[in-house]
């Protein structure tokens, strides 16, 4: 007596066998991109908040990259640095002084080599080491009196460095990085202002024609 398996019954083993395979590369596959998406962003600074300088203080901004820097004025009315803060600024506006703020920088991506020695590993290293954001900016800020010239000047410097995954979301990354930047550099103007709080007030005043 002969036990034989039937074609149907083994063709039914072999599209199971192939649904396993398939399913363990599926997980594979999902591993690998998961393991791809990770993301090194320090956290966003928390603002700071002080005693506001006891000044209304109109805002304009300057330079090529207006979006970003009017964002940090957004982060500047956060931060209570003044009493007040208008913006955009109109020259029928009541203010004691005008804000002209600018900021420039650059961004250096790299990841060329990085994406060869993963790719070397057969992705083994890619939750280690992915492409990389460095970003360098200065912001320069003058303070002048309406009709009487400018009184006061702060220069700052801020730069922030990411890695990230290759499968990452590079336009959550690239948001991220902005703001993190963005809201660095607005800090350390406020810190610089704060910092000279007695001295931007005497020379406003001085700039007025009060004493």
């Not at 395979?21 to 999902?30: F, P």
């Not at 804000?99 to 280690?128: C, E, K, N, Q, Y």
């Not at 990411?162 to 990452?168: C, E, H, I, R």
Request: glycine share 8%.
């Amino acid at each position: 007596m002969s036990f034989g398996i039937s074609s149907t019954f083994e063709s039914e083993i072999t599209n199971r066998q192939v649904s396993v395979r398939l399913l363990v590369l599926l997980i594979v596959v999902g591993l690998l991109v998961s393991a791809c998406s990770w993301q090194k962003i320090p956290p966003v600074p928390e603002y700071v908040k002080e005693d506001p300088i006891p000044l209304q203080v109109g805002v304009v901004v300057d330079g090529q990259d207006a979006p970003f820097t009017a964002g940090m004025v957004d982060d500047l009315k956060s931060m209570r640095l003044f009493d007040g803060l208008v913006y955009p600024y109109r020259e029928s506006d009541p203010v004691d002084a005008v804000m002209h703020l600018s900021a420039s920088g650059t961004v250096d991506a790299s990841g060329a080599a990085r994406g060869f020695l993963i790719g070397l590993s057969f992705f083994t290293l890619s939750p280690f080491i992915g492409p990389k954001l460095e970003l360098e900016h200065d912001c320069r800020t003058v303070f002048s009196v309406p009709k009487r010239g400018e009184v006061s000047t702060y220069k700052v410097h801020a730069s922030t460095e990411v890695t990230f995954g290759l499968a990452a979301n590079g336009a959550e990354v690239g948001r991220k990085t902005s703001e993190l930047q963005r809201r660095r550099l607005a800090d350390e103007l406020a810190k610089a202002i704060r910092a000279d709080r007695q001295g931007l007030i005497s020379s406003i005043r001085r700039g007025a024609g009060k004493s």
